[in-house]
């Protein structure tokens, strides 16, 4: 049975993320959890949309809408994990995520946190592994604080 990731009372809605495509697993204690595609994408196929709450202040599990305007999601879109070369991008007019690399089946699913956010609601180091990883990831109008800078620099 294909069991949906947002609550009942939430109407379906097109590409919404159900189990037949997608899985939410534990990935590491580091990242802990994040999701999986259960099924291959292509560049530029809509890998799913998404909806949640309008709030005017950052949690764990939103991204920016507008200015003053995020959309929480603790559903689905808010466990989409971080890379620094995502294999999706975010088109926050739409509410979908568009892949831009192939993900094969059982591949995690990604975005680059500072395409769609100012400030974060914690920057952390990133582990992502890609070539051109940032290795301390923050919002795109954040700076890097002097104590992680340090970090990064011994
Ligand atoms: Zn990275």
Same mark, same amino acid.
Do not use: A, C, S
């Given at each position: 049975m294909i069991k949906r990731f947002y609550p009942s009372n939430l109407p379906e809605f097109p590409y919404e993320p159900k189990s037949d495509r997608f899985a939410i697993r534990r990935i590491s204690d580091?990242?802990?959890e994040g999701v999986i595609a259960l099924t291959s994408f292509e560049p530029g196929d809509i890998a799913f949309a &998404?909806?949640?709450f309008l709030t005017n202040y950052i949690t764990q599990f939103t @991204?920016? &809408?507008a200015d003053? @305007?995020?959309i929480?999601? #603790?559903y689905f879109m808010g466990k989409i994990l971080h890379c620094c070369e995502p294999n999706t991008i975010c088109d926050m007019s739409r509410?979908? &995520?568009?892949t831009v690399? #192939?993900?094969a089946a059982g591949g995690i699913v990604t975005m680059d946190y500072a395409q769609t956010e100012d400030v974060l609601f914690k920057p952390f180091f990133c582990s992502c592994g890609a070539l051109h990883c940032r290795g301390y990831v923050t919002g795109k @109008?954040?700076?890097v604080t002097t104590e992680a800078d340090l970090l990064i620099k011994s």
């Open positions: 580091n990242v802990g &998404f909806t949640g @991204l920016k &809408f003053g @305007l995020h929480h999601d #603790p509410r979908v &995520f568009i690399k #192939p993900i @109008l954040e700076t």
